[in-house]
């Protein structure tokens, strides 16, 4: 095993112990629940304590933003699914969106895409 896929793992055991919906901060945990959500999947933390991932819903998948108690949906405009990786100290959000079958990437910053 490559040194980078090593390093892949363990980025994927994170991100999976992640997943189970609960954050650990101070020796305490924290529900990420979406509102209405049938699946929410954290997948990024930021300086800031700002929260990024994607949840799943009746109409798809979709990114958000959770930042203080606060949570904002994610959508690129006309995509079928839109996913949330990565969120950077500044608030720049990046991600994966479906439009017409293909796959494209997307920078959110300042709230345009």
């Known amino acids: 095993m490559t040194r980078h896929q090593v390093l892949r793992s363990l980025a994927l055991a994170t991100l999976l112990g992640a997943a189970s919906g609960a ?4 020796g305490t945990f924290t529900t990420i629940d979406f509102p209405g959500a049938t699946a929410t999947i ?6 800031r304590g700002d929260i990024a991932g994607t949840y799943t819903n009746s109409s798809g998948s979709h990114g958000f933003l959770l930042s203080g108690a606060q949570y904002t949906p994610i959508d690129y405009p006309g995509a079928s699914g839109t996913e949330v990786y990565g969120i950077n100290n500044l608030g720049d959000v990046l991600g994966v969106y479906t439009l017409d079958g293909v796959r494209h990437g997307f920078l959110l910053s300042g709230m345009k895409f």
């Open 42 to 47: 954290p997948w990024a933390l930021n300086g």
């Open 23 to 26: 954050f650990a901060q101070n």
